[in-house]
């Protein structure tokens, strides 16, 4: 593989829209460019509306998912539901805002391609402020530090949640039977501490990332995506099962821990970072706006529903990750072993994007003769910071709500209506797309602060405190 970064003129199967020398495209501020607006330069190999379907629905459903019946706990019954719709509500219309925005510049500059990054610097650079043009560039290089910061962040969420079931199947290995309906008391098997947990899986994350093919990466990712729908269908079934009363379950819970919801709901809903490529790769590009609305809707109802129903069934039991409260039988010790089977491969696709940022300018400056072997080394050790900054921060929970509250709303909430200003503004803005803009990014703003406040504070709290999973637990 080639150790270029590659940019984004390097790409040739993405749409485009009719170019004009200047100017919106039609449609301007109103929403997506006009569908008559796109073009194809003649390829014929993008992918159909089916498949940009299960990409975005791919790129939006992960370990965020398991981890939302805690958030809804963090967040109560009733005002949990109603903040994943509105989370979700606007982080799809933030991703209309980068398409639209993309869609312009793409007319301005005659550009068959503009990423996120690319967007915001050329948005900095149509903005009145003559310090703000000056320093566009680093426009492009904060959402590269962001993106970074976010990917290498999920991977370090997956090393959490490998330890954390690859040790509780292992201390429940004594215990596990073939019943599946009974409700006994387990006595767990002391077992090794889950930092050793990641330091063992190490080496095999390593080699994985070995694999710089992206053909090759994308079968792992299908077994991956298929190990993932099998346990998700199987977790369906068993908590919908014996639901209890839910009279008694806090409508709203206590302030203190709703920042720790926000940052998991924005974990879980930040796949921004993918809208524009699978925008650009479409055969039909004008069937996006319809695909993005549609696929959002399902990952929505897909959070809501698994959130409400896991913390119906397990309430104040409910852990990090749904996948810790199963029982210990053998049919839901594999759903346990299929999803961290489905986490493994999808590392390698995650950790993708933040090579491909970091390494290759660093590769560049060294002799090709040792281009491979600096290759590796960088990637040993990118894959060495993730676990490392695991074993320092193992609780899931908390990881995932401070990375969604550090990186995610950024890239989500914070970026994209800032980003429609400086696009339009000298072009004129209604006072109430820019009131809603302002509020939206400090929405943001405030969850990035706070969240990250409360997540460090509750990373901070004494070790008894923490709910230690290799105890007893209910089957």
């Given at each position: 593989?080639?150790?270029?970064?590659?940019?984004?003129?390097?790409?040739?199967?993405?749409?485009?829209?009719?170019?004009?020398?200047?100017?919106?495209?039609?449609?301007?501020?109103?929403?997506?460019?006009?569908?008559?607006?796109?073009?194809?330069?003649?390829?014929?190999?993008?992918?159909?509306?089916?498949?940009?379907?299960?990409?975005?629905?791919?790129?939006?459903?992960?370990?965020?998912?398991?981890?939302?019946?805690?958030?809804?706990?963090?967040?109560?019954?009733?005002?949990?539901?109603?903040?994943?719709?509105?989370?979700?509500?606007?982080?799809?219309?933030?991703?209309?805002?980068?398409?639209?925005?993309?869609?312009?510049?793409?007319?301005?500059?005659?550009?068959?391609?503009?990423?996120?990054?690319?967007?915001?610097?050329?948005?900095?650079?149509?903005?009145?402020?003559?310090?703000?043009?000056?320093?566009?560039?680093?426009?492009?290089?904060?959402?590269?530090?962001?993106?970074?910061?976010?990917?290498?962040?999920?991977?370090?969420v997956y090393f959490v949640f490998?330890?954390?079931?690859?040790?509780?199947?292992?201390?429940?290995?004594?215990?596990?039977?073939?019943?599946?309906?009974?409700?006994?008391?387990?006595?767990?098997?002391?077992?090794?501490?889950?930092?050793?947990?990641?330091?063992?899986?190490?080496?095999?994350?390593?080699?994985?990332?070995?694999?710089?093919?992206?053909?090759?990466?994308?079968?792992?990712?299908?077994?991956?995506?298929?190990?993932?729908?099998?346990?998700?269908?199987?977790?369906?079934?068993?908590i919908v099962r014996d639901i209890?009363?839910?009279?008694?379950?806090?409508?709203?819970?206590?302030?203190?821990?709703?920042?720790?919801?926000?940052?998991?709901?924005?974990?879980?809903?930040?796949?921004?970072?993918?809208?524009?490529?699978?925008?650009?790769?479409?055969?039909?590009?004008?069937?996006?706006?319809?695909?993005?609305?549609?696929?959002?809707?399902?990952?929505?109802?897909?959070?809501?529903?698994?959130?409400?129903?896991?913390?119906?069934?397990?309430?104040?039991?409910?852990?990090?990750?749904?996948?810790?409260?199963?029982?210990?039988?053998?049919?839901?010790?594999?759903?346990?072993?299929?999803?961290?089977?489905?986490?493994?491969?999808?590392?390698?696709?995650?950790?993708?994007?933040?090579?491909?940022?970091?390494?290759?300018?660093?590769?560049?400056?060294?002799?090709?003769?040792?281009?491979?072997?600096?290759?590796?080394?960088?990637?040993?050790?990118?894959?060495?910071?993730?676990?490392?900054?695991?074993i320092l921060i193992p609780r899931?929970?908390?990881?995932?709500?401070?990375?969604?509250?550090?990186?995610?709303?950024?890239?989500?909430?914070?970026?994209?209506?800032?980003?429609?200003?400086?696009?339009?503004?000298?072009?004129?803005?209604?006072?109430?797309?820019?009131?809603?803009?302002?509020?939206?990014?400090?929405?943001?703003?405030?969850?990035?602060?706070?969240?990250?406040?409360?997540?460090?504070?509750?990373?901070?709290?004494?070790?008894?405190?923490?709910?230690?999973?290799?105890?007893?637990?209910?089957?």
């Open positions: 593989m080639s150790t270029r970064r590659l940019r984004s003129e390097d790409y040739n199967d993405y749409s485009s829209t009719d170019v004009t020398p200047e100017g919106s495209p039609p449609g301007g501020m109103n929403g997506f460019a006009h569908p008559e607006s796109y073009q194809r330069f003649g390829e014929t190999n993008g992918t159909t509306w089916y498949q940009t379907l299960i990409h975005l629905l791919k790129g939006n459903i992960g370990t965020g998912l398991l981890g939302l019946p805690l958030a809804v706990k963090n967040a109560g019954i009733l005002l949990g539901p109603l903040s994943l719709v509105v989370m979700g509500v606007v982080a799809v219309h933030c991703m209309g805002i980068l398409v639209k925005c993309a869609h312009h510049f793409c007319y301005r500059f005659q550009k068959q391609f503009v990423d996120y990054g690319g967007a915001v610097m050329y948005g900095l650079e149509s903005t009145p402020s003559a310090w703000l043009r000056t320093h566009a560039v680093w426009g492009r290089r904060i959402v590269g530090l962001f993106l970074i910061i976010t990917q290498l962040g999920f991977c370090c490998l330890a954390d079931n690859l040790k509780q199947v292992i201390s429940a290995a004594n215990g596990t039977t073939n019943d599946c309906n009974s409700n006994r008391t387990v006595a767990m098997t002391p077992t090794m501490d889950s930092r050793l947990y990641m330091l063992s899986l190490l080496p095999f994350v390593v080699l994985l990332t070995f694999i710089q093919n992206l053909k090759v990466l994308s079968i792992f990712s299908m077994l991956a995506n298929v190990a993932m729908l099998g346990s998700l269908v199987v977790i369906y079934q068993y209890p009363d839910p009279s008694d379950l806090p409508l709203a819970a206590a302030w203190k821990t709703y920042p720790l919801f926000f940052g998991t709901a924005i974990f879980a809903f930040e796949g921004i970072g993918v809208v524009l490529p699978l925008e650009n790769k479409m055969k039909n590009p004008r069937q996006f706006p319809v695909i993005l609305y549609v696929g959002m809707t399902i990952v929505t109802i897909l959070y809501i529903s698994l959130s409400v129903l896991g913390y119906l069934r397990f309430r104040a039991d409910i852990q990090a990750s749904i996948t810790l409260n199963l029982p210990n039988c053998w049919l839901y010790q594999a759903v346990k072993l299929l999803f961290s089977f489905g986490i493994f491969f999808t590392y390698a696709v995650q950790f993708y994007v933040p090579a491909e940022i970091v390494i290759p300018p660093l590769v560049a400056r060294v002799s090709e003769r040792w281009g491979w072997l600096v290759n590796l080394l960088l990637r040993v050790a990118l894959v060495s910071v993730t676990c490392v900054l695991a899931l929970d908390i990881v995932i709500s401070l990375v969604g509250s550090v990186s995610s709303s950024a890239l989500a909430l914070i970026f994209p209506p800032l980003l429609e200003i400086a696009t339009y503004y000298a072009e004129g803005m209604h006072p109430l797309v820019i009131a809603k803009d302002v509020a939206i990014s400090l929405f943001g703003f405030v969850g990035f602060v706070v969240g990250t406040y409360e997540a460090l504070v509750e990373l901070a709290a004494p070790a008894a405190a923490v709910v230690n999973t290799t105890s007893t637990v209910v089957q």
